[in-house]
């Protein structure tokens, strides 16, 4: 029951694809929290060189989140995949769709926390469950779904044409627009 709103893999770059615009995958070995450091650093340099650097932070956290949870709650590894789409959200839309996909080899389906309302004491001060809660919050768009060869895909998506829109309109401290892509190579 799916949850969420809406040969070997190579450790090379992204590459283009005729079809969905950019792609990138890295396979990431159980517990080798190192490889995650670096799958974030090469998805940075990635979303950078594909023009959708506004993605970049909020990318990073949510997929360093869907990364450590399947690595942390399963018996295997985890391959992650980042595919920059040409087009919105439904076919024929403008604009840019990254999606991110997690896959491991574990059917049981990740539960996100429950929301409480009232104070939890040791809840409130837990170091872990809160993954899930920040993709929900964080992304257009999110899921999962069981993988007929076993395992599970836990993915989401972020419409790149709404924060590259935003980053360009931004505002400085001064009340003058700033433009983001400009401050960044400055």
Known sequence: MPIGRGTRIGWNGGSRTNITGYRLRRAVRRADLPAVAETRRVLRDNLREWGVAAL???????????LTNALQHTCGGAVLTATLSPEGFRPGEPGQRLRIEVRDTVARLPRPRPQRWEPDPVGDYGTSGRGLLLVD??????????????????????NAEALNTEALNTEAPNGEAL???DAETA
Do not use: H, M
């Open 137 to 158: 919050a964080l992304a257009d768009d999110w899921g999962v779904r069981p993988c007929a060869a076993g395992g599970k895909e836990v993915w989401f998506e972020l």
């Open 56 to 66: 970049v932070d909020t990318t990073e956290l949510l997929a360093t989140e869907l």
């Open 179 to 181: 433009n983001a892509l």
